[in-house]
């Protein structure tokens, strides 16, 4: 099949292609901590409190780590329906906020923005986006002013379309587009340089497909970077969550071994 940034009248698609990367990118690391979760959640309710039964039958003191995750245990295993109708109800509210509200979504999206590790990809895909639609209506005949508009209802996130917006009005008002990109903070000076190029040469269209072009393979770059960093991150964090749980349990049996050889050895020299 063809990229879909070859098609550059279907910007639209292109935009999809590169959303579509991302989320491809994040589904793993994202069925990891799925995976994670449900094995705590299991560990905690149904293997910890065994352990907890046998060593309650021991006279001995617990080490604290052992304490601390039976303590975490209990605390899950008393409360899980509270705490997961906890965590449905702020899931609730915070898709309402970012959905239905016009700070709560600014808010989200500028925190996406900045948010690392995707922070920067999602900030080159909404370029890429932004350069490639506008490019793509301009180069086609459209209006100037209308391409703004529609760029504005398309561009997918509050910070970019307010960008825009101020772009629309500078233009209406007869002043250039590198102005308000700048003041928006939300295009790097690369960006903003090659726009006010694009602007001075009457290349503008062609420009901001280049643009667009560069951000796309920087966006294949950052999420192949990314896949490949997240991979064993999420690997090294399951096994740290289980093996800590497991070195929790087993630590009294240890401690219970070594007071029994060492009484035996004691009982030998006598």
Known sequence: MDDPRLTPARPD???????????????YPVAVLIVA???????????????????EGMEMKLPWFTTFVLGISDMIRHNILMTMGVVAVAVIIFLITINKTKTGRYVWDKIKLKLPPMGAVISKVSI????RTLGTLVSSGV???????????????????????KVHESVKEGETITA??????????????????????GALPEMLLRIADNYDEEVDNAVSAMTSLLEPIMIIFLAVVVGSIVIAMFLPLIAMINNMSGDNGGGGGD
Request: charged share 15%; no cysteine; aromatic share 8%.
């Open 143 to 165: 209006p100037i002013l209308q391409a703004l508009t529609i760029v504005k209802e398309t561009a997918g996130n509050v910070i970019i379309s307010n960008a825009v917006m």
């Open 13 to 27: 698609l292109a935009a999809k292609y590169l959303e579509g990367k991302v989320k491809a990118a994040l589904f």
């Open 37 to 55: 979760t449900g094995i705590l959640i299991l560990l905690m309710t149904f293997v910890v409190p065994r352990f907890k039964q046998v060593f």
């Open 180 to 201: 308000p990109l700048e003041s928006s903070g939300a295009f790097p000076p690369m960006v903003v340089s090659m726009v006010d190029v694009g602007e001075q040469t």
């Open 128 to 131: 890429s986006r932004f350069t």
